[in-house]
């Protein structure tokens, strides 16, 4: 699959989504108000808009699957939306355009910030957003509410440069999990979870590690029955991880992902970048007769357990 300028041979394609009422959104109605030569005029003209990009979500036959589009790119920010032929639902074509959509936004044009809206009645778009963890925006200006006098029931969303989309859903067995995330538009994020809903164990300690210079390197040891959720809200922190699964590593620099290590686990991080920290949330208060410190010593204990 791949992005695409929109073609002539798409409108019947683009109308098969228009005319669909279960696909019908809030996008949607802007194209339902276009006659067959408008919407002609929208594909031949749209690519040369300065405010706005239109692209096809393309399969590798270079069928037309469906629309993702940058509205009102203005100083650092835009408006986003997309939708799907239902043909195409299921099969990642959403996906795909959502993170290339984002990738060109933040990568070719510079963008700060994206935000689109649903309808809530579009409850396999807030679905699908959700599974995602796409942050939801809570605080939302004026300005943007404005485009949308009249229409009631919106949730709306955002992406912030730097926030990581393509996270893994695992290192060697441990959990990786998107921290939930709530924005305010031009003021960040605040990011939160709770002990028993979001994670599953008490919390008794929460340390982190501050100052750290560039380059350092911590941890190199594994915990015999500590469980843990580890995350970066600030800088950039390589985690190198070691069970029976395994050695990998794993990049934290989006505060709104964590990795949960709730068994026994070698653990080495590296400080890619100066001042970085890392917070920990424990499931017990500190004992230093929990750590296994040498490495030979935890190769046999995880063999024996
Ligand atoms: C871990 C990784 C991610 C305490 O007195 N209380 C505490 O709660 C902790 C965490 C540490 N300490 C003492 C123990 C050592 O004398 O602080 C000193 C530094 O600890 P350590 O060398 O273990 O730090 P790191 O960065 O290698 O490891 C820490 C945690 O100890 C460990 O549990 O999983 O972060």
Redesign the pocket.
């Known amino acids: 699959m791949h992005l695409r300028k929109l073609e002539t041979r798409d409108l019947e394609n683009i109308k098969s989504w228009i005319n669909n009422e279960d696909i019908s959104s809030v996008y949607t109605h802007f194209f339902q108000q276009l006659n067959d030569a408008e919407l002609y005029d929208y594909i031949i003209s749209h690519y040369d808009d300065s405010d706005s990009v239109h692209f096809a979500i393309s399969s590798d036959e270079n069928e037309y699957m469906g629309s993702v589009c940058m509205n009102h790119i203005f100083n650092d920010s835009a408006e986003l939306s997309i939708v799907v032929r239902e043909i195409a639902m299921h099969r990642g074509y959403a996906w795909f355009g959502m993170k290339e959509i984002l990738k060109y936004a933040f990568e070719t044009i510079g963008l700060e910030c994206v935000y689109w809206c649903v309808d809530t009645s579009n409850k396999r778009a807030i679905r699908f957003f959700d599974k995602y963890y796409f942050h939801e925006v809570v605080d939302v200006p004026d300005d943007l509410l404005n485009r949308y006098k009249g229409v009631d029931n919106l949730k709306w969303y955002s992406a912030l440069k730097g926030d990581d989309i393509n996270i893994r859903e695992s290192v060697v067995g441990c959990k990786v999990i998107r921290i939930k995330t709530i924005s305010t538009v031009d003021a960040g994020e605040l990011s939160f979870f709770e002990e028993n809903q979001d994670i599953d164990f008490v919390i008794k300690?929460v340390?982190y590690?501050s100052k750290v210079p560039e380059g350092i390197r911590?941890?190199?040891?594994a915990?015999k029955t500590?469980k843990?959720i580890?995350f970066c809200p600030y800088g950039r922190i390589q985690l190198v991880l070691e069970n029976e699964n395994g050695r990998e590593e794993i990049e934290l620099s989006d505060p709104s992902v964590g990795v949960i290590?709730d068994k026994p686990t070698w653990?080495e991080?590296l400080w890619i970048q100066k001042d970085s920290v890392?917070c920990?949330a424990?499931s017990d208060y500190?004992d230093?007769g929990d750590?296994i410190r040498d490495y030979n010593e935890f190769r046999k204990f995880i063999h024996s357990n």
């Open positions: 300690r340390y590690i911590r941890g190199f040891h915990h500590l843990q580890l290590i653990r991080m890392l920990v424990a500190y230093e750590y």
